[in-house]
């Protein structure tokens, strides 16, 4: 139960750090259409490296989706220290956003 809570989390914590930005619309999920949408309404480029960054997440986070029911492997843990690195990133990336909308 606790690696479904860390996703679950993590997914909240991304998309509270790209709705601390003023947008036109905020980010709902992170399902590709949810990203879609969102990068199409604020006019942020699909090959911005937020927009990457954000998708290299959710990526990340439905395989570990799929994978919770299984036994945590290697491959899950690594999984899950990258989503924190991609997690630490899209701070980064957020934080040199102007403050006003894009």
Known sequence: MSEFNNRIDAQR???????????????FG????ALK????????????PLCI???EAAG???????????????????LAAEVEELTAAIVLLRNSLKTTRV
């Open 13 to 27: 914590k991304i998309l509270e750090i790209v709705n601390s930005h003023r947008w036109a619309e905020e980010l």
């Open 30 to 33: 992170l399902s590709s259409g």
């Open 37 to 48: 949408r969102w990068a199409d309404i604020n006019g942020v480029s699909s090959g911005a």
């Open 53 to 55: 960054a954000l998708n």
């Open 60 to 78: 990340k986070l439905f395989f570990l989706a799929n994978k919770s029911q299984e036994q945590v492997t290697d491959e899950y843990q690594l």
